[in-house]
């Protein structure tokens, strides 16, 4: 029996419950001089101002412990309640629109030529500050038709669709030969017969519904018509003064587009015409009766003005509009990133076991998809929750309490000297994002 002549050393394995103690490693003193200035960053720009805003929503103006006292006050003002149930408006429409908007965007752009043009144009807004963005949109949306553009296309469409021209304030020279009712229609007194020809002189219109002196036509005296009505409806003022009332004089300028109506001794509507750009009307066939003419309350009434798009009722939507402007463009351009990185051997495995366009986007792009769309889903929220810029800019003076938000109002409290109840309007902001930026954290710690 041999035996081994050398010293084996036997090696004892580890047991479960033995620790292992980790290497130490001392830091590299040169590291301090790296993390150092980012550390007292940290601790002066973020740590500080969040433990202070804790510490200072506990007191009031005068410096007293008052609690939970600003919280309770806080829920108990009309104005945080109202900025409250802004912010869920814009969570649940804003994020929403804007992800599905870059989604259709996305998968469009990858299917067109001259797809990288289209997308700097999209993604153009994004270069613009939200401050830019807000004026520009202030602007759009104003209600006067000639700043705001929103409004001057309404307008022009109504004015092609509509029927009759609008001079609003006008009234008959002549009280006594036509009546003016209520509704701020003018109807003839007298009655008047075939062959006969009317003259209709109007006052009183206002200086805006009135042609500029290049623009207008000058009145002229209808041509009498056997068997027929005919009239003129003009505007019985001279610019500088002189000429004779209720006659046609050089420089008065008729009034064209004016409804009018032919009306038996009943009351009845024979027939209906609109004046020329000279004023004049013509009814023919008109024989055997005697009628009155009536200009119907339509010519009368205010120019059409549009929608009051900034008003109380609709400023939110707007705002909700410039929002998507800017930020559409970054849902396409993070959108269309991952669907560069889509299995498209899947996508053709579709198209050929018979599926058609919309069954491979539903089915086989947007699972792939999902992942990068609940990034900009919960990206685009955060930005939502804490948005100021827009908020403040888009709304004029009578609709800034209606559209509000809670950083507005935070901002508001800070600015009037009221730090207590500041701060507890930015605790109650961090606490609106906090969930959803413990979600973004979490996506990204799995990868997506």
Not at 271 to 290: K, R, V
Request: glycine share 10%; no cysteine.
């Amino acid at each position: 029996m041999s035996t081994d002549t050398g010293i084996a050393k036997r090696t004892r394995e580890p047991k479960p419950t033995d620790k292992i103690r980790p290497s130490r490693q001392k830091i590299n003193p040169t590291l301090w001089w790296f993390l150092g200035p980012a550390i007292l960053i940290l601790i002066v720009m973020i740590i500080y101002p969040a433990g202070y805003s804790v510490v200072r929503a506990m007191f009031d103006n005068s410096g007293n412990f008052i609690g939970l006292g600003n919280y309770t006050r806080m829920f108990s003002l009309s104005s945080t309640k109202q900025a409250i149930q802004n912010n869920l408006i814009w969570v649940l429409a804003a994020p929403l629109i804007t992800t599905t908007l870059g989604l259709i965007l996305a998968v469009l752009m990858d299917k067109i030529r001259w797809k990288t043009a289209f997308r700097l144009i999209i993604f153009m807004p994004m270069a613009i500050s939200m401050l830019a963005a807000g004026i520009i949109f202030r602007s759009i949306f104003q209600q006067n038709p000639n700043i705001g553009f929103a409004n001057a296309a309404i307008v022009a469409v109504q004015q092609v669709v509509g029927d009759s021209a609008q001079y609003p304030g006008a009234r008959p020279r002549d009280a006594e030969a036509f009546t003016q009712a209520p509704d701020n229609s003018i109807e003839s007194v007298q009655t008047i017969s075939a062959g006969e020809v009317a003259a209709l002189p109007l006052v009183g219109i206002r200086n805006d519904a009135i042609p500029e002196p290049e623009d207008q036509t000058q009145a002229t005296t209808a041509e009498a018509i056997t068997g027929g009505v005919s009239g003129t409806v003009w505007f019985d003022f001279v610019r500088g003064g002189g000429g004779e009332s209720g006659v046609i004089d050089d420089g008065e300028a008729g009034l064209g587009g004016i409804e009018v109506e032919l009306l038996d001794p009943s009351g009845g509507v024979v027939a209906a015409t609109h004046t020329d750009d000279d004023g004049t009307f013509l009814f023919e066939d008109a024989e055997g009766e005697s009628f009155t003419l009536r200009l119907t309350a339509a010519n009368f009434a205010e120019a059409p003005t549009g929608v009051d798009w900034l008003g109380p009722s609709l400023i939110t939507p707007v705002m909700i509009v410039a929002f998507i402007w800017i930020w559409a463009g970054f849902a396409m351009v993070m959108i269309g990133a991952g669907l560069s990185a889509v299995d498209r051997s899947l996508m053709e495995a579709a198209r050929v076991d018979g599926a058609n366009e919309l069954q491979v986007f539903r089915h086989v792009t947007i699972p792939q998809l999902l992942p990068t769309v609940t990034v900009v889903l919960v990206t685009l929220t955060i930005n939502v929750l804490k948005i100021f810029d827009l908020v403040y800019v888009i709304p004029p003076g009578q609709s800034k309490e209606a559209g509000t938000v809670v950083a507005v109002e935070m901002w508001k409290q800070f600015g009037n000297y009221n730090y207590g109840m500041g701060s507890a309007l930015a605790i109650l902001l961090v606490v609106m994002v906090l969930p959803f930026m413990l979600w973004q954290i979490r996506n990204f710690r799995k990868g997506n």
